[in-house]
Each structure stands twice: as structure tokens, then as C-alpha cells.
């Protein structure tokens, strides 16, 4: 399970339009991902995005958890 640790970011206000767009993608991304027990064949058809994206965005979300 690739992103199961990672939270919801719930900080304060977005800085701006582009922090704002960053969070909600990566709440999304997680929502589904947590919806469909992390089968991400199934969060890409959702998400109605190519599989390889979904995959990027996870690596994106794990790098970010890192820090």
C-alpha cells in the first residue's frame, strides 16, 4: 500500500492558486486511492487519468511525506 501512512494536508490557508490546485489534487488522489483499497487501475479509471500519471502523482505524495 503505497500512500496508506499519508494523511489529508489540513494546513492553514494555501499561500496561492498553484499551492491551492497542489492540495486539492493531492487530497483527491488520496481519497480514491483509500476508496478502492489502493487498487491504482481502478483510482486512474476514476480519476479519469492515465495510469503512468496516477503513478507519478504516488511518487509525487511519497516524496512529499518524506520531508
Do not use: G, Q
Not at 476514476?46 to 511518487?59: A, C, F, P
Amino acid at each position: 500500500k503505497v500512500v496508506e501512512k499519508a494523511k489529508p494536508k489540513t494546513a492553514d490557508k494555501p499561500k496561492n492558486l498553484k499551492e491551492a490546485a497542489h492540495e486539492a489534487e493531492y487530497n483527491t488522489v488520496l481519497s480514491v486511492l483509500k476508496d478502492v483499497n489502493f487498487n491504482k487501475t481502478k483510482a486512474a479509471k476514476i480519476l479519469k487519468i492515465d495510469r503512468k500519471t496516477l503513478y507519478n502523482k504516488i511518487r509525487t505524495i511519497k516524496s512529499e511525506d518524506k520531508n
